[in-house]
């Protein structure tokens, strides 16, 4: 029946965003943006717009790993728009904070931060009821995402967005937590701070390996080494759940 078809394709597109996230996360990028075709080619199965923008934005955290900082912006710029009328609000705010993560990646301070500012406009105050796609996505998660963005342009007031939301962060989000302090960890450094982002980025690297997170431990290994090249920014950190 249509209407099962349509459930079911929407199903197989969420478990292949989590099976790119989980391969992009050990570094099997190829892996990663073959999951996330196969979510949007399944999604648009669906026949629905919010799957469909979900998996795009999903995969142009891909695009923000390989260096394509501009493609990840038009993507997520595109599926924001294709999204604005009819994907749930919690939805759309995430998919405006990628777009912000996006646009740090490409440099673009000012237009990041008004984009943060929409997502925090967008979020629902309470949990939607049974809204689809899943995205874990808070008042915390969303101060986590902007303070990555901030630490990703050397904006000093990443320290103490990043300080705030890490006393706030439910312990339970490993994932987010080892991705948060890397962020702290590069801010701190940037601000002269280096005993402090040296004990973050090592709390950062045990929880990568309890983790079994290539990315994670490969971004806090480099905090760790004290060389120009690694005082660049490193990785990524964002879509909300690290």
């Known amino acids: 029946m249509p209407t099962v078809r349509e ?3 929407a199903l197989l597109s969420e478990m292949h965003t989590l099976a790119g996230w989980q391969a992009l996360d050990t570094s099997t990028v190829t892996a990663a943006w073959s999951h996330y075709e196969e979510s949007k080619s ?6 629905s717009v919010a799957y469909v923008s979900h998996a795009a934005g999903e995969q142009s955290v891909v695009l923000i790993e390989a260096g394509q900082t501009a493609d990840a912006v038009a993507v997520l710029d595109y599926a924001r728009r294709e999204a604005e009328l009819t994907a749930p609000a919690v939805l759309r705010s995430w998919l ?27 979020l629902p ?5 049974d809204e689809r796609p899943y995205v874990a996505l808070d008042a915390v ?4 995402w902007r303070g990555h963005a901030l630490a990703r342009v050397g904006d000093p007031e990443a320290v103490a967005v990043l300080s705030e939301a890490l006393g706030r962060l439910d312990p339970s989000f490993v994932r987010a937590e ?3 302090r890397i962020d702290l960890a590069t801010a701190l450094e940037a601000s002269g701070e280096r005993e402090e ?11 990568a390996t309890q983790l079994g997170s290539a990315r994670h431990g490969r971004r806090a290994r480099a905090l760790l080494f004290d060389s120009p090249a690694n005082r660049d920014y490193v990785g990524l950190g964002g879509c909300a759940a690290g």
């Not at 399944?42 to 026949?47: F, L, P």
């Open 178 to 180: 080892t991705s948060l």
């Open 7 to 9: 459930q079911l394709t």
């Open 42 to 47: 399944t999604a648009a199965q669906s026949g």
């Open 141 to 144: 998660h969303l101060a986590r």
């Open 197 to 207: 982002a040296r004990r973050h980025a090592e709390r950062a690297e045990a929880l």
């Open 125 to 129: 105050s309470v949990d939607e009821a």
């Open 96 to 122: 405006a904070a990628a777009h912000g993560e996006a646009l740090a990646a490409d440099g673009r301070r000012s237009e990041s931060l008004a984009a943060f500012d929409r997502a925090a406009d967008l």
